[in-house]
């Protein structure tokens, strides 16, 4: 190899997102926290600006890889994509903005109770590796098998939220997008977003703290579902469309007939499980999106709008 | 929220890099010349770097977040804090070769302590100051005295530990010998590193940009020494002349006069310095939290150079330390 390309291959950082996050910790976060008198958390900082920076280069790599591919191979074409932008909100809302930074301390107190409580009786807290001590020094296979216990349970979480009806209110919100693009991943009552933090917590209580130290995984995962929302004609074909959940595949699930009680394609990554339990359907084309009893304003109004009609479909459940 | 989300919203923690490959550099094997062993708590790996020609070995695994380390008493095994691991890793010292592990809740900073009775255990997560027997790691007295521990020193005598409270903003005095803590004394936003020095305990002010110095009897700041924005961790020179302190937000290393404490030099060191260790040669190996590099600072030149390591690098260990007396007395460990 040539000098000038040795020369090159060094100034690549090994950790380019952990040392962009390091950058940002110490030019921007550090210098808040120190006149916020809040420095007991420059330790757990450090991972919140991580996150931050996973969340917007995914965003980044979601925008350049589906913007084109939405606009050459599109399912729909829309006059007016205005409900579109609300999604945007949502994204960076559920990406860089709060949502990360709440979830994070609300799951850091209740692990910090449960790990005491059960330091003071003698036990340490479960993990993966610990559970089966195979997997140690095998990080790799370690996090696909997070992977994959993470999106099993999952897989059930979006189903029994279709299953009640109570839940499905909130779950409506996400269903109700008619003009369904790659930012619509996390348009979430965030009512919704609770519960399912809550649903992951207790996994992630029972399996151990997930390892985020591999960032390219985790930003393929998620792009994958990001991808899987896009407005996008693309089947991954037979093998594929088995293997990884597609345009095509979660369309079905987002389609005018998969919205309610009685829905299909629940996977949000791996199809696998919806194969498992006889809830795939390979077959329906790319038809519309959206939920025919869902009120306007979940469908098309602002943030605030669909918020609140989340809370009021909520209430007329409840009043039967 | 999907599975994957709740990955990336989990900030946590830990462990090793993808591309780290630590099968591929095991076999690569290790010199025999010193080593310095540098525990990334970002990237849940340990790199063993030889010394000589700065050039890193290997990677060894860890569970999560490799923070602090502590050397056992006959300095035959290098213990490795993997807090939200919940487990002490154990490494030959010499050749960083991994001996076993054992689960213990959330090991942040660990030391012995000067008569190798006691293991002293700080966990910063789950708000615990355990008190171990050395000999058999089994739990002698578990203390919940403030928010956050963080650091911690013992008297020569081997009587008392202090432990910083992060959180609480305190520091705490243990006896040993009854278990019960003495006193507990306001110190400042969020102490840190603490050390024995002089018949005083020195406490580094991360909230603030001074190191304060108590008194041991009654936790009694008698002064303040001001250093720079982020004051984190205070060290000894092994010829006893200088103290450096890290300061974290300012991105530097103050220089005190280790006899007046009076202020010698500030040396800009961006990059997060935490952790140091004083080489033989008079060069400092720093680690540098936030740019994934090991610091080498030679006061000479006033040069740093730079290593490339896993992701988050915490605590650093050199192999010299275990024939090199001075900076072994330094260190309390001898």
Redesign the interface.
Known sequence: MGGAASSLLAAI???PF??L???I??VAV??VL?RA????W???S???T??AV??VT?MILAYAVCVPLERRFPIERWENAKPVFVDVFYTFL??VGI??VM??VI?YAA??QL??F???RGY??P?L??MIPAL??H??VTFIL??LI??F??YWRHRLSHRFSIWYALHAVHHAQRQMTFWS??R?HFMD?IL??LW?MVV?LMIG??????????LM??F??SFSHANIRLSFGWLGERLLVSPKFHRAHHALLGAGQDSCNYG??FPFWDMMFRTADFTRDFGPTGDHTAPEAMASGSYVAQQWSGLTQVARTLRG | MTGSSYLARRTLLAAPALLALPAVARAAGGGTGPIAIVLNSGGATISIIDMTTRKVLREEPTYREPSHWALTPDRKKLLIADASGNAIFFLDPATGAELGHKLIPDPYQLWFSPDGRYLTVTCLRLNRVDVYHAASLTLAHRFKVGEMPSHLTYTPDSKTVFASMQQSGTVVAIDLASMTPRWTAPVGKTPAGVMWHDEMVLTAIMGSDHVAVLDPANGRITRTILTDKGAHNIFLTPDRAKIYVTNRVAGSLTVLDAKTLGFIKRIPMPGGPDDLCFAPDGRLWIALRFSSRVGVYDPVTDKTDHIPVGRSPHGIFISTLLTDHPALAAMKLA
């Open positions: 950082p090994a950790h952990n040392d996050a390091g950058w910790e110490q550090l210098p120190y008198g809040l420095m007991q420059s330790e757990l450090f991972g919140w991580l996150v996973y969340g995914q559920a990406r949502l990360p979830t994070f799951f692990q910090v790990d005491g059960l330091a003071d340490v807290p993990m590796e610990t140690f020094g990080p790799v997070y992977a993470l999106d349970t999952d991943d996390d979430n977003e399912s933090f992951f992630g703290i997930p390892p985020l130290q591999f960032p390219l995984l985790i995962l998620r994958v579902e949000a990554v």
